[in-house]
């Protein structure tokens, strides 16, 4: 399995300001879901972003509030922008590829966001 | 409305006894369907994945199955350890890319 790392893995923030989270991939991987995990709660898919197109928000969800980027196959960045308390939340990155039947989903080690 | 439902009480077993989870989906025909396991304040940790012309699935003391009809899957750890306490997901494949969709999962306790 592809060895994924993120930063920071936590974060304390205050409201109004904007914190990016960065997902590298030790190999090159074709797409990258990222997710949110609200305090007991299940994961909810944020966007998919592949490399060198726009990325694909799930419902309740917008590029303004949450901008992602996906400059090459093994690296992406999601930024929570003008944050609130309600941002507060574990935020994974997922690569996936799907060359080879490559269903698997793996998981970042993900960002704990407080935000005050 | 599409909908997963996982067991949202916890699960107590006694250690050595087969802890049995399920996930139920309505509105959903997954190509596939995953578990994974999560220790609190830790990213999912990929268990076993099914496909939908496969009915059952092992892996070492894991059994997952896998009924399209009743759209149900079945998730099992046999001769379980204190070890294995921790909150089980089951996520379904669905739409474009094969995005992955969760249920809420269940947490497990193995009492020794």
């Known amino acids: 399995s592809a060895v994924i790392s993120q930063k920071p893995s936590r974060d304390i923030c205050q409201r109004g300001t904007s914190l990016t989270i960065q997902c590298q991939v030790d190999?090159?991987?074709?797409?990258m879901f990222w997710y949110r995990q609200q305090p007991g709660q299940s994961l909810t898919l944020i966007a998919t972003?592949?490399?060198?197109?726009?990325?694909?928000?799930e419902s309740g969800f917008v590029i303004d509030k949450f901008p992602i980027s996906r400059p090459n196959l093994t690296f992406s960045t999601l930024t929570v922008s003008n944050m609130s308390p309600e941002d507060s939340s574990i935020y994974l990155c997922?690569?996936?590829?799907?060359?080879?039947?490559?269903?698997?989903?793996?998981f970042g080690p993900g960002t704990r966001l407080l935000v005050l | 409305s599409q909908k997963i439902e996982q067991n949202s009480e916890a699960l107590n077993i006694q250690e050595g006894k087969t802890a049995t989870l399920t996930c139920n989906y309505t509105?959903?025909?997954?190509?596939?369907l995953q578990w994974y396991r999560q220790d609190p304040g830790r990213g999912p940790v990929f268990l076993l994945l099914?496909?939908?012309?496969?009915k059952e699935k092992r892996k070492e003391r894991l059994k997952v199955t896998f009924d399209t009809t009743l759209k149900q899957s079945l998730f099992h750890i046999t001769a379980s350890q204190p070890a294995d306490s921790a909150t089980y997901l089951c996520?379904?494949?669905?739409?474009?890319?094969?995005?992955?969709?969760f249920g809420a999962g269940t947490r497990l306790a193995v009492h020794p």
């Open positions: 099914i496909r939908e012309n496969e």
């Open positions: 996520a379904l494949s669905s739409g474009g890319y094969n995005k992955l969709i």
């Open positions: 190999s090159q991987v074709t797409m």
């Open positions: 509105n959903y025909s997954p190509a596939y």
């Open positions: 997922s690569p996936k590829t799907l060359a080879g039947g490559g269903e698997t989903q793996y």
């Open positions: 972003a592949n490399q060198g197109s726009e990325a694909t928000y």
